[in-house]
């Protein structure tokens, strides 16, 4: 059982990035999909500190740094001091930010559509009711983060 769960895991983050994949380069938003992958982590999780961001995305604080910076001058993101250590920041999602992430989820969704369309009645079934799974799951890991 346990490696049929390894074997799903596997395969349903393959599948997830295959269909990211399927999403047109040229969004039209001036910004990379790592940038919004930030914007939806902040939408999440709230206010976070630029060195938890690196943790949380796996990459190095430098890396998150540029991105922060960027989607700051694009008034996506604002900073301010940690109130817990003032020598720190905190990274929050402004309204433009919040509506761009909107917007780019709507026109992911749109790009999706014709790929979709070609399924069957009972694969679209079966894909919704996995979706709301693996909502399920999101939402008490969340629960228990932020317990």
């Not at 014709?114 to 693996?134: F, H, I, N, W």
Request: aromatic share 2%.
């Amino acid at each position: 059982m346990d490696d049929d769960l390894h074997a799903l895991g596997e395969d349903l983050i393959t599948t997830a990035a295959r269909v990211v994949r399927w999403i047109p380069r040229e969004n039209g938003f001036g910004i990379s999909l790592a940038a919004a992958r930030l914007l939806a982590r902040l939408q999440d999780d709230g206010p976070t500190r630029i060195s938890e961001l690196a943790v949380a995305e796996n990459c190095s604080q430098p890396t998150i740094t540029n991105h922060v910076k960027r989607l700051e001058a694009a008034h996506l993101v604002d900073r301010a001091a940690d109130p817990r250590d003032a020598r720190a920041w905190m990274i929050k999602l402004t309204k433009k930010g919040n509506q761009q992430l909107s917007l780019m989820r709507d026109s992911i969704g749109t790009s999706l559509e014709p790929y979709l369309a070609t399924m069957s009645r009972r694969d679209l079934k079966a894909l919704r009711e996995g979706v709301e799974a693996m909502q399920r799951l999101m939402a008490v890991e969340m629960e228990t983060r932020h317990s």
